[in-house]
């Protein structure tokens, strides 16, 4: 995430990176020399020690968002926080607070809204083009934790927290059909599964979707804690039903978050492995496949494409749409808030303790 970050914020033009803080100084030396950057530090309190420095960007496993985030706001620094917010809502609910009181700038980084297309389906809803939602459905799904030798610091309960797959991903899903719809989920019924109850631990540090080509004795056997998969069905305001899976166990799905929304005047559906193209339903027409092009989107969601018609925008380009905004608004206090803030991310929280408190009771229970 810290490569992501660094390039996106790049792509600005105006803002500049200036200190790089790392678990170690000599991690943090050798990422600020790939990216060219002067400064680097083992103790990330050097940087919010300096007056000059305007914001930073979050960027480590989600037990430290909080310390961090609450150090940086203290500190007078606009924030930037990877998602999960949080280990709590309780955690959370200080960062909002701290947030308001100091008039600080604070985004959570629930970037997939940023797809143009995804823009494009909040402003038909919005136009009434989709009528009134009647039932969403979807998955996020990957397959990078297929096996029992993949591993990553996020399968840790420690560094990640209580949950994986649904924290990681399905947090993305419910926040993007959460803004795409504009309901709120109000209620659920989840159940959590962990296929592989052991897993084998790289003996040594190992990147978010690497350590695949490690020996057999370069592992550790550990006893695993956190879901692999997971499937929820909701209640969506008052009329609106969903359901949803999400898994990181779906050999050949490589990062595919789909989306469902289907209304009493039509339907979309839009995949993240094919994020140009956005389906339309219509019950008395033929549906339709478009192609991403700014100037057939609707009109409030061209400012999130930049490129012309047959030119892809991906994943890296959700980045420098949500920094676009957010450094608007540090820049400019009174400017318009038009990214997930430190609220949403809270929001996802509770949703997340729900979906936990329901797989452990196989109950429905409403969301705060």
Not at 312 to 324: H, P
Request: contains cysteine; aromatic residues 8%.
């Amino acid at each position: 995430m810290g490569r992501v970050h660094s390039e996106g914020i790049r792509r600005l033009g105006n803002v500049e990176i200036v200190g790089i803080a790392a678990s170690s100084a000599d991690k943090a030396r050798a990422f600020a020399d790939e990216i060219s950057v002067a400064r680097a530090t083992g103790d990330y309190r050097e940087l919010l020690a300096d007056p000059e420095i305007d914001a930073v960007h979050i960027c480590t496993p989600n037990a430290l968002h909080f310390p961090m985030s609450k150090a940086a706001l203290e500190a007078g620094k606009h924030v930037l926080c990877e998602k999960p917010l949080a280990m709590s809502s309780e955690q959370a609910s200080e960062m909002v607070r701290i947030a308001k009181e100091r008039n600080l700038a604070n985004c959570t980084f629930h970037n997939l809204r940023y797809y143009p297309q995804v823009q494009n389906m909040r402003r038909m809803r919005e136009a009434g083009e989709l009528g009134e939602i009647y039932a969403v459905q979807g998955t996020y799904s990957q397959d990078w934790l297929l096996y029992d030798t993949d591993y990553n610091w996020r399968i840790e309960s420690d560094a990640n927290g209580p949950s994986r797959c649904f924290a990681d991903i399905g947090t993305h899903w419910c926040d993007m059909v959460e803004h795409i719809t504009g309901l709120r989920i109000s209620s659920l019924c989840a159940d959590l599964q962990t296929f592989h109850k052991t897993r084998k631990k790289p003996n040594r540090s190992v990147e978010t979707f690497t350590g695949k080509t490690l020996q057999p004795n370069d592992y550790t056997d550990v006893v695993i804690d956190t879901e692999d998969f997971g499937t929820m069905i909701m209640k969506l305001g008052e009329v609106a039903r969903g359901a949803m899976t999400v898994s990181q166990i779906s050999a050949g799905r490589k990062n595919r978050l789909c989306v469902e929304i289907y209304g009493t005047k039509g339907s979309v559906t839009w995949d993240q492995e094919k994020p140009d193209e956005l389906w339309i339903g219509q019950r008395n027409s033929p549906n339709q496949l478009v192609v991403k092009d700014p100037s057939l989107l609707s009109e409030k969601a061209r400012s999130y494409a930049d490129l012309p018609g047959g030119h892809s925008e991906g994943y890296d380009d959700t980045f420098k749409q949500v920094f676009r905004r957010f450094y608007k608004t540090v820049a400019d206090r009174s400017a318009a808030v038009e990214y997930p803030t430190f609220e949403d991310g809270l929001r996802q929280l509770r949703i997340l303790e729900t979906v936990l408190d329901s797989s452990a009771k196989q109950a429905w229970l409403p969301v705060k």
